[in-house]
């Protein structure tokens, strides 16, 4: 089966730096995605890794362990409109790629 | 480049009956998926189409179809509606079929079955 286990919800300061963790049980996948997504709307892509390692893009990071079923997304200086829903999902390998499994996603709450 | 839409915004059924929910796709995608989101939850994956076809399916019963016409749009449809089928609908286009690609979503549509 496959499992995508988040934490259901994190707070952080304004300006500070936080880590979403995100694991995994899947027999193979594609590649890793995160996606943002604000209350209310619908989500957005943020990063997807297919390699180990770390994928920098402004002040989000995401990075992806295969050998340990392990991804987390790092964002830095984070603003008020970072508040959101955080959705890390994988396409895994043996329903052909097509189907996107998401975890429950984790509710950033960003505080003055 | 128009995104990716979808209609209505907000429906309010009763049990048992039927709904067609409607979603175009992002200009020059041909693989539409479609997913469910109950309150707190993530995504679940429905089905998704490719070039007309069903490209793949999750653990959905077979009262939850769906069609995708010559312009790539599509329509899911939902039969014999129960309390359990409230939820938020998302249409997601993609340029290519398979997961192994960031997808666009639409707004939404919020339905409630009473």
């Known amino acids: 089966g496959q499992n995508i286990d988040q934490p259901t919800e994190m707070t952080a300061t304004e300006g500070a730096i936080v880590q979403i963790n995100c694991t995994y049980q899947?027999?193979?996948?594609?590649?890793l995605f995160w996606y943002q997504q604000h209350a209310g709307e619908a989500p957005t892509f943020l990063s997807y890794?297919?390699?180990?390692g770390l994928e920098e893009k402004g002040r989000f990071s995401s990075f992806l362990s295969r050998s340990k079923g392990y991804s987390y997304l790092l964002l830095k200086e984070l603003q008020m409109k970072d508040s959101a829903s955080y959705l890390c999902a994988v396409s895994p390998a043996d329903t052909g790629g097509f189907k996107t499994i998401f975890g429950a996603g984790t509710r950033l709450f960003v505080k003055a | 480049e128009t995104g990716v839409t979808q209609s209505p915004t907000h429906l309010i059924k009763t049990r048992g009956q039927q709904v067609t929910l409607r979603c175009s796709s992002q200009s020059g995608h041909n693989t539409v998926s479609w997913y469910q989101q109950a309150l707190g939850q993530g995504p679940q994956f429905i089905f998704q189409?490719?070039?007309?076809?069903?490209?793949g399916r999750g653990n959905f019963p077979p009262r939850f179809s769906g069609l995708q016409f010559p312009n790539y749009s599509s329509e899911l449809n939902v039969n014999a509606l129960e309390l359990d089928d409230s939820a938020l609908y998302l249409c997601?286009?993609?340029?290519?079929?398979?997961?192994?690609?960031?997808?666009?979503f639409g707004p939404g549509t919020r339905l409630t079955v009473l």
């Open positions: 997601a286009s993609s340029p290519i079929s398979g997961g192994a690609d960031e997808q666009f």
């Open positions: 899947t027999s193979g996948f594609n590649g």
């Open positions: 890794n297919v390699l180990d």
């Open positions: 189409y490719y070039r007309e076809e069903e490209n």
